[in-house]
């Protein structure tokens, strides 16, 4: 899973630059200017398209995109809260879906959508997982550290 955390740190990077190559285009004014700031998304693109790429083989096609607009959504704060047992150093997350609040532990999440990859691949992946490692990655998920007897409540309420 080490790889696949590096991968998806950088991949979150890149296309967060992508972004803010958009705003740039966007908000240049001026001829030079305007062509520079294209110039530098395009390399920004090629970089998060390489990245896309890697992550595709790792995790399937779109899983990405939908993982990083679960783990940073416009409309709240704190789609993935990561909970810590004080003692053992335990952790679960917490992760809000779009109709539902999902439990990720060590490779596993209590979506539909993981059942049912469960069946079909031998190392399935959500993007509810993947938006847990991406947000870390990010630095947007919140922490929230836990007595040891308090963490069962937190593996079973969802
Ligand atoms: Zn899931």
Do not use: W
């Amino acid at each position: 899973m080490q790889a696949a955390q590096q991968l998806l740190a950088e991949a979150g990077a890149r296309l967060l630059a992508l972004d803010e190559a958009d705003k740039a285009v966007a908000e240049a004014r001026g001829t030079a200017e305007q062509d520079a700031a294209r110039e530098a998304r395009r390399k920004c693109e090629e970089k998060a398209f390489a990245s896309a790429l890697a992550l595709d083989a790792l995790v399937g096609p779109d899983l990405l995109d939908r993982a990083l607009a679960v783990c940073k959504p416009k409309d709240r704060a704190n789609a993935v809260r990561r909970f810590v047992a004080r003692r053992s150093r335990r952790t679960c997350y917490h992760v809000c879906g779009v109709q539902s609040v999902y439990l990720c532990v060590e490779g596993f999440c209590s979506c539909r959508d993981f059942v049912s990859r469960a069946e079909a691949v031998d190392v399935p992946m959500c993007k509810h997982l993947v938006a847990a490692a991406l947000a870390d990655a990010l630095g947007v998920s919140e922490e929230i550290i836990v007595n040891d007897e308090d963490f069962a409540k937190h593996l079973s309420s969802r």
